[in-house]
T-cell receptor, first 115, second 115 residues
Framework: AQTVTQSQPEMSVQEAETVTLSCTYDTSENNYYLFWYKQPPSRQMILVIRQEAYKQQNATENRFSVNFQKAAKSFSLKISDSQLGDTAMYFCAPNYGGSQGNLIFGKGTKLSVKP | ETGVTQSPTHLIKTRGQQVTLRCSSQSGHNTVSWYQQALGQGPQFIFQYYREEENGRGNFPPRFSGLQFPNYSSELNVNALELDDSALYLC??????????????FGPGTRLLVL
């Protein structure tokens, strides 16, 4: 089974500080995509960042960046200058394609940003 | 541009009943995926529709079925409801050329409670 592990069930960070959320996955595929989604308490899932596995350059989106280590099958998310609005569940979700093309979600990390 | 919408927002059913959940895709999107999110868990893939055809299915029994209409709106039908079907059901749409890896945009979900 293709598994996704988010080893930090809960994390907290002070406003304006930096936090890193970890994610490891298991696949024998060579070409795939990786996503981080956030789900605020209002529950609508929102895309944070997307990474193409064949690209060595790490994706960045404003305060959000990833550290993608393909050989280690690791895909961590760094949030810089944390804001109160970053409080949410964060899900790591690879997409390996094949006949399904679906996202495989981890169990999530609950991030609390404290003032 | 309108986002993904779902109806109803909440639903209470009795074990053994049938339920239909509805999703309206983001404008221009031709692919819809459905996920089940149990409390405290990450979403699990149910199935995906691409241009009105089922394009992949997760590990869910046949009593979970779906439809996609020519306007790319979609339905999820669940027959013979069981207590374990209680969950948040998420719909996500994307613009696909038949491949994979496109960003999926999620709706707010339908919370189903089976008594």
């Amino acid at each position: 089974a293709q598994t996704v592990t988010q080893s930090q069930p809960e994390m907290s960070v002070q406003e304006a500080e930096t936090v890193t959320l970890s994610c490891t996955y298991d696949t024998s595929e060579n070409n795939y995509y990786l996503f981080w989604y956030k789900q605020p308490p209002s529950r609508q899932m929102i895309l944070v960042i997307r990474q193409e596995a064949y690209k060595q350059q790490n994706a960045t989106e404003n305060r959000f960046s990833v550290n993608f280590q393909k050989a280690a099958k690791s895909f961590s998310l760094k949030i810089s200058d944390s804001q109160l609005g970053d409080t949410a569940m964060y899900f790591c979700a690879p997409n390996y394609g094949g006949s399904q093309g679906n996202l495989i979600f981890g169990k999530g990390t609950k991030l609390s940003v404290k003032p | 541009e309108t986002g993904v919408t779902q109806s109803p927002t909440h639903l209470i059913k009795t074990r053994g009943q049938q339920v239909t959940l509805r999703c309206s895709s983001q404008s221009g999107h031709n692919t819809v995926s459905w996920y089940q999110q149990a409390l405290g868990q990450g979403p699990q893939f149910i199935f995906q529709y691409y241009r009105e055809e089922e394009n992949g299915r997760g590990n869910f029994p046949p009593r979970f079925s779906g439809l996609q209409f020519p306007n790319y709106s979609s339905e999820l039908n669940v027959n013979a409801l069981e207590l374990d079907d209680s969950a948040l059901y998420l719909c996500a749409s994307s613009l696909s050329s038949g491949g994979f890896g496109e960003t999926q945009y999620f709706g707010p979900g339908t919370r189903l409670l089976v008594l």
